[in-house]
């Protein structure tokens, strides 16, 4: 009697498991191609690009001048003392550790610039992406962009609704 009603436990509980199964509705999308689609997304990598022209720009400019310097301390190696010579040669090396210090900043710049340009994009396609997904009915939505889908029906492909709706926000 008591494995009866365990096998008939285990069947209804895979049955409802069966049941829950087919009304599951799920969704793809792929996040990467949307987001590079969309307009506001070449204006931050323009943004971007320019911060970084810039901070490439001044560190050529500290690199040449400070090649100029050891240049010319080269050319005057002969002409002053040994300790003259090495004092120059320490500020030289001070100058060097500035220009690392400083790219090291820039990068630091670019990196948080890169994260206020683009995060409020992306929480606002996920927004989007969630607003699709609840009146479309879908309990899933997976990102193709982030894995690898074998099969998908393009039916429950959701990039052009979630495009119509980013265009109208």
């Not at 949307?34 to 901070?55: G, R, T």
């Not at 560190?59 to 002409?79: C, G, H, P, Q």
């Not at 009146?135 to 899933?140: D, L, W």
């Amino acid at each position: 009697m008591r494995t009866t009603l365990i096998a008939f436990i285990l069947v209804a509980l895979a049955t409802t498991v069966e049941i829950k199964a087919q009304t599951v509705k799920v969704a793809y999308i792929n996040t990467q191609d949307l987001i590079y689609a969309l307009p506001e997304v070449k204006a931050a990598n323009d943004s971007l690009q320019a911060a970084k022209a810039k901070i490439e720009g001044k560190i050529k400019s500290m690199v040449d001048e400070l090649r100029l310097k050891a240049v010319n301390l080269e050319k005057r190696k002969n002409e002053i003392a040994p300790v003259q010579y090495d004092k120059e040669v320490q500020l030289l090396q001070a100058e060097e550790k500035k220009i690392a210090e400083f790219e090291e900043l820039g990068q630091q710049e670019l990196t948080l610039k890169s994260e206020g340009l683009f995060d409020p994009i992306q929480s606002r396609v996920n927004l989007i992406i969630k607003e699709v997904a609840a009146e479309e009915g879908y309990a899933y939505v997976i990102d193709g962009s982030q894995g690898t889908i074998l099969y998908a029906d393009p039916a429950t492909n959701i990039i052009e609704k979630v495009k119509a709706k980013l265009q109208k926000k």
